[in-house]
């Protein structure tokens, strides 16, 4: 039973969707201000935070600066509908993906779901060995990454948009089927989620011997993390 945390001060909205996350099988706990979800998200061992942006003193980004900080922990924001600068700032930040307000606590639970199947550990007993690409190494079963041989922090999103770029190194994945495989959701019209998680992946990475970008852009289709020539 996945645990999860609702950080809202609407307190009649919270109320709300933790009473229809448990009866769909979660458990669920709300707390009403930055402060105290920036702490329980990282101490009380939930397994996803939901994460309102708009709370009267520390606000969902900075509550989500203090999260990032101690832990990767996948965090959905809810951001007001239309509203892209939150939106784009969370997942700048190291939100996992966001849910625009107002939405219906089955959009929400459908969400969380999907999220929570990404990060769902492997029995690594029967998980296979790692994706080896050039300087890049992961391991699916228990997602963890290294980077020229160095450990590679990621969030949960993060992990699987590189996890799929890397199976088809050397190709171009369309932005359509990142959507599906690293946010688990169909992608939508001007939805700008994976540019943001590939700028934020090509940061930790860095830049190539010449300069280049180890994840290439192909205008109009999508994304390719480059191979080096055998």
């Given at each position: 039973?996945?645990?999860?945390?609702?950080?809202?001060?609407?307190?009649?909205?919270a109320s709300m969707l933790?009473?229809?996350?448990?009866?769909?099988?979660?458990?669920?706990?709300?707390?009403?201000?930055?402060?105290?979800?920036?702490?329980?998200?990282?101490?009380?061992?939930f397994d996803i935070v939901v994460l309102d942006v708009m709370m009267p003193g520390?606000?969902?980004?900075?509550a989500l600066k203090r999260i990032r900080a101690r832990s990767n922990?996948?965090?959905?924001?809810?951001?007001?509908?239309?509203?892209?600068?939150?939106?784009?700032?969370?997942?700048?930040?190291?939100?996992?993906?966001?849910?625009?307000?107002?939405?219906?606590?089955?959009?929400?639970?459908?969400?969380?779901?999907?999220i929570l199947r990404r990060v769902q550990p492997v029995d690594s007993a029967g998980a296979d060995g790692p994706i080896v690409?050039?300087?890049?190494?992961?391991?699916?079963g228990t997602r963890q990454a290294e980077w020229h041989d160095a450990p590679l922090p990621l969030t949960s999103t993060e992990f699987s948009l590189l996890e799929a770029l890397a199976r088809k190194a050397g190709q171009v994945v369309d932005k359509s089927e990142l959507s599906e495989t690293a946010l688990g959701r169909p992608l939508a019209r001007f939805d700008r989620a994976i540019d943001?998680?590939?700028?934020?992946?090509?940061?930790?990475?860095?830049?190539?011997p010449d300069?280049?970008?180890?994840?290439?852009?192909?205008?109009?289709?999508?994304?390719?993390?480059?191979?080096?020539?055998d």
């Open positions: 039973m996945a645990r999860v945390l609702l950080v809202d001060d609407d307190a009649e909205l933790v009473e229809y996350l448990v009866q769909d099988g979660f458990e669920a706990e709300a707390v009403h201000d930055g402060e105290t979800g920036s702490v329980h998200a990282v101490d009380a061992g520390i606000g969902g980004i900075e922990v996948p965090v959905v924001m809810l951001t007001a509908r239309g509203d892209d600068i939150d939106r784009i700032v969370g997942l700048e930040l190291g939100a996992d993906d966001y849910v625009p307000k107002p939405c219906t606590p089955r959009e929400l639970a459908a969400r969380l779901r999907a690409v050039g300087p890049l190494r992961l391991w699916p943001v998680h590939v700028s934020s992946l090509r940061q930790k990475l860095g830049p190539r300069g280049s970008s180890w994840i290439g852009t192909v205008r109009g289709r999508g994304y390719q993390f480059v191979r080096d020539p």
